[in-house]
Protein backbone atom coordinates (compact mmCIF):
# COMPACT_ATOMS: atom_id res chain seq x y z
CA UNK A 1 0.00 0.00 0.00
CA UNK A 2 2.44 2.84 1.18
CA UNK A 3 5.60 1.31 0.96
CA UNK A 4 7.18 2.64 3.86
CA UNK A 5 9.18 -0.46 4.48
CA UNK A 6 10.36 -1.14 0.89
CA UNK A 7 13.81 -0.28 -0.04
CA UNK A 8 14.57 2.38 -2.36
CA UNK A 9 17.70 0.60 -5.15
CA UNK A 10 20.38 3.03 -4.82
CA UNK A 11 22.66 3.10 -7.34
CA UNK A 12 23.42 0.12 -10.39
CA UNK A 13 24.33 -4.28 -9.80
CA UNK A 14 26.96 -5.91 -11.92
CA UNK A 15 27.88 -9.31 -11.69
CA UNK A 16 31.60 -10.07 -13.17
CA UNK A 17 32.59 -13.41 -13.72
CA UNK A 18 36.16 -14.06 -12.46
CA UNK A 19 38.94 -16.98 -12.91
CA UNK A 20 41.73 -17.42 -10.84
CA UNK A 21 40.68 -17.23 -7.24
CA UNK A 22 42.61 -19.52 -5.65
CA UNK A 23 41.14 -18.92 -1.80
CA UNK A 24 38.79 -16.64 0.04
CA UNK A 25 41.65 -14.24 0.81
CA UNK A 26 41.39 -13.74 -2.85
CA UNK A 27 37.81 -12.60 -2.66
CA UNK A 28 38.56 -10.31 0.27
CA UNK A 29 41.70 -8.55 -1.83
CA UNK A 30 39.29 -7.83 -4.76
CA UNK A 31 36.17 -6.28 -2.33
CA UNK A 32 39.15 -4.23 -0.31
CA UNK A 33 40.67 -2.71 -3.87
CA UNK A 34 36.99 -2.32 -5.15
CA UNK A 35 35.42 -0.63 -1.96
CA UNK A 36 38.48 1.74 -2.03
CA UNK A 37 37.17 3.22 -5.18
CA UNK A 38 35.06 6.59 -4.92
CA UNK A 39 31.56 5.18 -6.03
CA UNK A 40 31.21 1.84 -5.42
CA UNK A 41 28.84 0.97 -2.57
CA UNK A 42 29.17 -2.32 -1.45
CA UNK A 43 31.29 -5.38 -3.32
CA UNK A 44 30.98 -8.74 -2.35
CA UNK A 45 33.45 -11.88 -4.52
CA UNK A 46 32.49 -15.44 -3.98
CA UNK A 47 35.86 -17.57 -4.12
CA UNK A 48 33.58 -20.77 -4.49
CA UNK A 49 30.89 -18.87 -7.40
CA UNK A 50 34.25 -16.97 -8.97
CA UNK A 51 32.05 -13.94 -9.29
CA UNK A 52 31.57 -10.61 -7.68
CA UNK A 53 28.65 -8.79 -7.06
CA UNK A 54 29.36 -4.86 -7.07
CA UNK A 55 26.54 -2.10 -6.63
CA UNK A 56 27.68 1.18 -7.76
CA UNK A 57 26.68 4.97 -8.41
CA UNK A 58 27.11 4.99 -12.32
CA UNK A 59 27.51 8.96 -11.91
CA UNK A 60 30.60 8.06 -10.16
CA UNK A 61 32.34 5.38 -11.64
CA UNK A 62 31.88 2.04 -13.95
CA UNK A 63 32.30 -1.50 -14.47
CA UNK A 64 35.56 -0.72 -16.85
CA UNK A 65 37.17 0.57 -13.66
CA UNK A 66 36.59 -2.65 -11.87
CA UNK A 67 37.61 -4.50 -14.29
CA UNK A 68 40.93 -2.66 -14.40
CA UNK A 69 41.14 -3.05 -10.70
CA UNK A 70 40.75 -6.86 -10.84
CA UNK A 71 42.88 -7.39 -14.03
CA UNK A 72 45.87 -5.31 -12.32
CA UNK A 73 45.34 -8.24 -9.21
CA UNK A 74 46.56 -10.72 -12.01
CA UNK A 75 42.77 -12.11 -12.08
CA UNK A 76 40.55 -12.65 -15.03
CA UNK A 77 37.20 -11.46 -16.15
CA UNK A 78 35.29 -14.17 -17.81
Known amino acids: MFNFFKKKSVG ?33 TSYAKQESVIVYDPKLTNPTKFMQIIEKLGYKII
Open 12 to 44: ETITLKLSGLHCSSCSLTIDGELEELKGVLSSN
